[in-house]
């Protein structure tokens, strides 16, 4: 009597592989999207630090920061309203200032995560932002630098 030898896989070995394949992808996903929202918060790193640093180069030539954004301040383009879009499009960052004897004496630059984006679902660090003093804050400045306590959280974002 002879055998018969089938080439193939059987339907319980393909549910197998199946479930294998459905295990590793709902461990892995969530790893891949949170390495991604790490690497995009260079994003608002970037644009902050320049930022900042066109923020000092107005300071030394006319001995006080700009409250603009766009032309005649910082010259970020293409602004809309008040707010520009990094590059990469994840944080709008906005500009606000403090007068003070007739002169803007204070700034604090943030970066906000841009709805819908994928940022937005970034809860460890949210919104990014830098003042005048060099103070880097996270999660719209509840998280800051100069506080001993949260030097770390703020380090692990920025």
Not at 62 to 71: E, S, V
Not at 128 to 157: E, H, M, W
């Amino acid at each position: 009597m002879r055998t018969q030898s089938t080439a193939g896989f059987t339907l319980i070995e393909m549910v197998v592989v199946a479930a294998i394949v459905a295990i590793l992808a709902a461990i892995a996903y969530p790893g891949y999207q949170e390495h991604v929202r790490k690497s995009r918060r260079t994003d608002a790193r970037n644009i902050l630090l320049e930022a900042a640093q066109r923020q000092e180069r107005f300071y030394t030539e006319r001995n006080q920061y700009t409250t603009a954004l766009g032309d005649g301040g910082l010259n970020f383009s293409p602004m809309t309203g008040t707010t520009y879009r990094t590059p990469d499009g994840f944080y709008d960052l906005t500009l606000a200032t403090t007068t003070a004897a007739g002169r803007v004496s204070t700034y604090v630059l943030t970066a906000t995560p841009v709805t819908g984006k994928g940022q937005d679902k970034d809860t460890a660090c949210g919104a990014f932002s830098i003042n005048q003093l060099g103070v880097k804050c996270i999660l719209g400045g509840s998280k800051c630098s100069n506080v001993a306590a949260q030097q770390a959280d703020v380090a692990k974002c920025w």
